[in-house]
């Protein structure tokens, strides 16, 4: 069981350049989410996706976009990357989002460098 | 939105002493309350959660209390160990709203 798998591991770019970060977990979860995570800052959400079909902005949205491709798989796009956009980003799932509320299930994370 | 707090940022213990981490909120609606465990360069991961109807919550050695009057909720870690050393986080859920802590870096001195 792979849990959530997140792709790839290490990623430099130029400022300009685009990219795109895969997830997919084998869990059957509804909810999906894409945070980053920077040095005494804990994690901002990106974008999350509470369940197929619908995605919603985070508190740190801009910059980004996502695709809710199917249960399995939520991506996350840089159009244009700025060096502000360099970080550890994760992706996580759960069960089901609001009202009833459970744990998440990190992936292994991604470290971008914006250069 | 949801604002949360964590104190201490860094935390240093002997092994055998218990540590307590704690976490203020803003959001009076928000309801359910995860700590995360994140071991450097690892993901994070669950270790313990309580929701706003429940006050106290164990699993063996870690504990975690819920204040909803004033709105803060704590970590607490007895007998700690060496591998309990780590980046712990708390959030707070609000709808679909999850804010998470800056964190607390925890040194259990063998």
């Known amino acids: 069981n792979a849990g959530v798998t997140q792709t790839p591991k290490f990623q430099v770019l130029k400022t300009g350049q685009s990219m795109t970060l895969q997830c997919a977990q084998d869990?059957?979860?509804?909810?999906m989410y894409w945070y980053r995570q920077d040095p005494g800052m804990g994690l901002r959400l990106i974008y999350y996706?509470?369940?197929?079909?619908?995605?919603d902005k985070g508190e740190v949205p801009n910059g980004y976009n996502v695709s809710r491709l199917n249960k399995r798989e939520f991506s996350l796009r840089l159009e244009s990357a700025a060096p502000s956009q360099t970080s550890v980003y994760f992706c996580a799932s759960s069960v089901a989002g609001p009202p009833s509320a459970y744990g998440y299930t990190f992936g292994s994370g991604t470290r971008l460098t914006v250069v | 939105g949801e604002n949360v707090e964590q104190h201490p940022s860094t935390l240093s213990v002997q092994e055998g002493d218990s540590a307590v981490i704690k976490c203020t909120y803003s959001?009076?609606?928000?309801?359910?309350f995860p700590w995360y465990k994140q071991e450097l360069g690892k993901r994070p991961q669950l270790i313990i959660d309580?929701?706003?109807?429940?006050g106290e919550k164990k699993d063996q050695r870690i504990a975690v209390t819920l204040n909803k009057t004033a709105k803060h909720f704590s970590l607490h870690i007895t007998e700690t160990q060496p591998e309990d050393s780590a980046v712990y986080f708390c959030a707070a859920l609000n709808n679909n709203d999850m804010r998470f802590g800056a964190g607390t870096r925890l040194t259990v001195k063998p």
């Open positions: 996706s509470a369940s197929e079909g619908t995605t």
């Open positions: 959001d009076s609606a928000s309801n359910y």
């Open positions: 869990m059957n979860h509804n909810s």
């Open positions: 309580i929701r706003s109807n429940v």
